[in-house]
């Protein structure tokens, strides 16, 4: 069972436009959520996480927000950089080990 | 560089053989985890490590396979009998007790022919 989705396979965005990266969970148990950025040949690299007990955490041009009553949560990236065209992971933490999502390609244009 | 570092980052080998992958997680940190990455997919948890003890394995994990992490610092996945569904991106990621970042390495790609 999927316990995390993110139904977007790839998303396309301008230069200095806003990429918004969309992730829904079915497990109330997440009690941490986090997103990496993974380029090809290389292991995930963190980028930002949030407790379940925020709806918001901001760090420099990516900002997560929290949805628990939706069990959504998205990440922003403001203003976006061709250096941002990555594959996004968003992941919960359930227990010890990170459960993850399929993966966003995000694709910036110059 | 003192990030989590993996040996070998390719390994092509035949069915039926014996692989070893190994991992150096970040030196402060007391806590490894082994993931693998398919096509496609998100990286799947297989194991993780509290110092030298192993204390939850995931059900992917087959008798086959067998991690171990004797001293606490650095850890070894040993895949015997290869089959053809290994292939895939091994991860390894490494943090500390009580956060919930894990900081991954860049992983180790196995290729089974």
């Known amino acids: 069972d999927q316990q995390v989705k993110q139904n977007s396979p790839s998303l396309s965005v301008q230069e200095g436009r806003i990429s918004i990266l969309n992730c829904d969970y079915t497990n109330s148990m997440f009690d941490y959520f986090l997103w990496y950025k993974k380029y090809p040949a290389e292991g995930p690299t963190f980028l930002i996480s949030i407790s379940s007990i925020k709806d918001k955490n901001e760090d420099g041009r990516f900002t997560v927000f929290l949805n628990k009553s939706a069990k959504h949560l998205s990440l922003h990236i403001v203003p976006s950089q061709p250096g941002d065209s990555a594959v996004y992971f968003c992941?919960?933490?359930?227990?010890?080990?990170?459960?993850f999502g399929a993966g966003t390609i995000l694709r910036v244009k110059s | 560089d003192t990030g989590v570092s993996q040996d070998p980052r390719h390994k092509i080998t035949k069915r039926g053989q014996n692989v070893t992958f190994r991992c150096d997680p970040i030196?402060?940190?007391?806590?490894l985890y082994w993931y693998r990455q398919t096509l496609g997919q998100g990286p799947e948890f297989l194991t993780y490590?509290?110092?030298?003890?192993?204390?939850?394995k995931s059900r992917l994990l087959s008798d086959r396979f067998s991690a171990e992490r004797p001293k606490g610092s650095f850890s070894t996945l040993e895949i015997q009998r290869t089959e053809q569904g290994d292939s895939a991106m091994y991860l390894c990621a490494s943090s500390l007790a009580g956060l919930g970042e894990q900081y991954f390495g860049p992983g180790t790609r196995l290729t089974v022919t």
């Open positions: 490590f509290q110092n030298e003890a192993q204390l939850e």
């Open positions: 992941a919960g933490l359930y227990g010890n080990k990170l459960v």
């Open positions: 030196s402060e940190h007391n806590r």
